[in-house]
Nanobody, 122 residues
Framework: QVQLVESGGGLVQPGGSLRLSCAAS????????MGWYRQAPGKQRERVAT???????NYADSVKGRFTISRDDAENTVYLQMKSLKPEDTAVYFC????????????????WGQGTQVTVSS
């Protein structure tokens, strides 16, 4: 059973920081590229950052220099450290594995969970 549990969201002021966590089952964590995605109200889900098994990272242009994705192999957990948060970062954040864009939607290893809400507001 694929298990991915997101946590760490909340309300933060512009310029603030948050760290999101995604706990994954060992079989998933060790076999696939992991990623963070987000969806704001009325917008399409977008990829925020990914990290491969070898810890190569990739970021959306909108978060480069502000967000850092990392992985803890011992804990089977992927993190997203977010700094200098902006109101436009407000969204529900999801983690998933082995995602690719079909041209119309994301195809991932598991269906999307509830995610964790990040709200950036003063």
């Amino acid at each position: 059973q694929v298990q991915l549990v997101e946590s760490g969201g909340g309300l933060v002021q512009p310029g603030g920081s948050l760290r999101l966590s995604c706990a994954a089952s060992r079989g998933i964590f060790s076999a696939y590229t992991m990623g963070w995605y987000r969806q704001a109200p009325g917008k399409q889900r977008e990829r925020v950052a990914t990290i491969t098994i070898g810890s190569q990272t990739n970021y959306a242009d909108s978060v480069k220099g502000r967000f850092t994705i990392s992985r803890d192999d011992a804990e089977n957990t992927v993190y997203l450290q977010m700094k200098s948060l902006k109101p436009e970062d407000t969204a529900v954040y999801f983690c998933n594995a082995r995602c690719y864009w079909t041209g119309t939607t994301w195809n991932c290893l598991r269906s999307w969970g509830q995610g964790t809400q990040v709200t950036v507001s003063s």
